[in-house]
């Protein structure tokens, strides 16, 4: 069982920057894909962004990618999504989740946080 709570978003310029976080609890945490979706108002929830259970692979979906850069600590069983060169087009709530493998479906992940919310001004 992996509980999972986000934090650090908020509302930024165009541009501007954000860093997200993503707590985990749990003593296999360190064993599992961790991933960022998010989910705009009135559209599905889209793949962002995951790495592999060691770190050391990362993927993104195109539109974040060279904007968007995902780590973990695997000492903090905590995930981050560093977000540079906002755009509008960038908001939505966004949720941290935990998967067995990788996968950009987030049908496949098992445990989700609670989101937080990003919102880009123009």
């Known amino acids: 069982q992996v509980q999972l709570v986000e934090s650090g978003g908020g509302l930024v310029q165009a541009g501007g920057s954000l860093r997200l976080s993503c707590a985990a609890s749990?003593?296999?945490?360190?064993?599992?894909?961790m991933g960022w979706f998010r989910q705009a108002p009135g559209k599905e929830r889209k793949f962002v962004t995951s790495i592999t259970p060691g770190g050391t692979i990362e993927y993104y979906s195109d539109s974040v990618k060279g904007r968007f850069t995902i780590s973990r600590d695997r000492a903090k069983n905590t995930v981050y999504l560093q977000m540079d060169s906002l755009k509008p087009e960038d908001t939505a709530v966004y949720y941290c989740?935990?998967?067995?493998?990788?996968?950009?479906?987030?049908?496949?992940?098992?445990?989700w946080g609670q989101g937080t919310q990003v919102t880009v001004s123009s």
């Open positions: 989740a935990a998967s067995r493998r990788y996968s950009s479906s987030y049908s496949d992940y098992a445990y």
């Open positions: 749990g003593r296999t945490f360190g064993s599992y894909f």
